[in-house]
């Protein structure tokens, strides 16, 4: 999925602010760097007057920060001025090296929407960005909730609104959670979503994959260490539970955690205690804790991969996000909006899919879900070549090697033969082999119905005989 959009001005002669600031904002957002020169007043306000109004619509940012001259505060009116002009509904975050309590109420009476002093830390910059990329996409087309979590959960099929009209009840309580589901289902987004519409919005959302930390790093990455904890540690490290102190810490590929790594975190989870490398004392932390898994951890805890201890501590509520392919409904939907989001990202004019473009991307199994979606139809922009997006602009991944053995009919005609069977047996054992009310669910006629039993040579008094 696509991180939110943020947008650096940098009208700061010097690059320490706007390094120091990038540092801090690059792995968590997609950022834009606009750097103008710093000449006379004159000429550098003319030069945002002229040029920035483009550039802002071609970023299309949730949110700016316009980092501003340190110094005389004269000028902050006319840039803000020049900046809000272009952009009147985007959150402006003023960033400054030093400023005297007049110069901020000037910056907020002027239209930034908060600011930032020198030393930057982690702890003051992302919760102000979260907070104003979240009010900037209230209400924007097509979200289904009232937050930024909410917007990138786009779907119409019972199996998803099931999960997703839970967060708001999840979000009230500070229970952990543990969600399950395929690669790319979007266990992340949930967990964004259900952080920003806590209590907890306000403070830090730390997305922590463990599958990626090596084994002998996983203690000091979730705990930190003190100065001289060990040969390297020159310098005092916070860990993540730390920066993540007041609010939610997400746990992404769970299973992946070392056995000696998941105790220190069980502790910590019963306790709310943890003590850093080579530190003599304990310290304590006020977070929700959201974990992930891809596996099913049920198993996993019966071949001693997760602690049965800590995988109940973490399954106080749990979400079971759907794959793609028990969700089909949506699959049209998401299509045309992962179209509209690369169509204006590429500056590409595609007003939409083609017929049988939408019937392959409808009868494809899609084992990389959401995700995999979402790079194919990216892919496919980047493709084309006219208005309507084709068939022959779609490559999935899948299909390269059969490609090889049957045609592009013959590999449809398998596709959607394989997913009718399927939906045909599903539908079936819904209905206890109750043939009329099957092809009711189905609204095809009896006998349509049953010549599709017969061609897909399913037996029916198998799920008869299951139901009683």
């Known amino acids: 999925m696509r991180l939110p959009r943020v947008l650096m001005l940098d009208v700061n002669s010097k690059s320490t602010l706007s390094n120091a600031l990038r540092g801090i904002l690059e792995p968590h957002f997609q950022l834009d760097l606009i750097r103008e020169a710093r000449r006379s007043v004159g000429s550098e306000i003319s030069i945002l007057s002229r040029n920035l109004g483009h550039q802002i619509k071609r970023f299309d940012p949730s949110v700016i920060f316009l980092v501003l001259p340190s110094g ?17 509904q985007t959150p402006v975050i003023a960033t400054v090296e030093a400023c005297e309590p007049e110069r901020v109420f000037e910056l907020l009476k002027f239209g930034a929407s ?36 909410f917007k990138k959960l786009i779907g ?59 084994a002998e790093l996983v203690e000091n990455e979730l705990f930190g260490h003190e100065r001289g904890a060990f040969t390297s540690a020159s310098t005092l490290q916070t860990g993540l539970i730390e920066e993540a102190n007041g609010g939610t810490l997400f746990l992404d590929e769970i299973d992946c955690l070392p056995v000696f790594a998941q105790v220190k975190l069980l502790r910590f989870l019963q306790e709310k205690e943890y003590r850093p490398l080579g530190s003599a004392k304990t310290r304590r932390a006020n977070l929700r804790i959201i974990a992930a898994s891809n596996l099913d951890l049920e198993e996993a805890v019966g071949n001693g991969k997760v602690r049965q201890d800590l995988f109940y501590r973490l399954n106080i509520i749990s979400l079971i996000l759907p794959p793609l392919r028990e969700r089909r409904e949506d699959i049209a939907l998401l299509a045309r909006h992962f179209l509209a989001e690369y169509s204006n990202e590429l500056d590409k004019e595609i007003s939409g899919l083609s017929r049988e473009a939408l019937d392959l991307l409808m009868v494809y199994s899609w084992p990389g879900n959401v995700r995999e979606l979402e790079h194919a139809i990216e892919r496919a922009v980047v493709l084309c070549e006219g208005s309507i997006l084709q068939l022959d602009d779609l490559v999935l991944s899948s299909s390269v090697n059969s490609v090889r053995q049957e045609s592009l009919q013959e590999a449809k005609a398998r596709e959607i033969a394989r997913f009718e069977r399927n939906y045909i047996q599903c539908l079936l054992s819904a209905c206890e082999g109750n043939i009329t009310r099957a092809a009711q669910v189905a609204r095809k006629n009896r006998r349509a119905f049953w010549q599709l039993i017969q061609k897909h040579q399913i037996d029916v008094a198998r799920f008869k005989s299951s139901a009683r």
Not at 123 to 131: M, Y
Request: aromatic share 8%; glycine share 8%; with cysteine.
């Open 72 to 88: 005389s505060a004269s000028n902050d009116r006319r840039l803000l001025e020049s900046v809000r002009n272009e952009a009147l």
């Open 114 to 149: 908060d600011f930032i002093t020198w030393p930057f830390m982690d702890s003051d910059v992302l919760p102000r960005a979260w907070k104003f990329i979240q009010i900037s996409d209230i209400g924007s087309p097509g979200t289904l909730g009232p937050n930024l979590g």
């Open 156 to 214: 119409e099929s019972p199996s998803f609104l099931t999960q997703l009209q839970r967060i708001p009840l999840i979000a009230k309580c500070d229970a952990n959670v543990l969600i399950a589901g395929e690669t790319g289902t979007g266990k992340e987004l949930y967990a964004r979503a259900i952080h920003y519409s806590s209590p907890r919005a306000g403070r830090p959302f730390m997305p922590v994959n463990c599958g990626a930390i090596p």
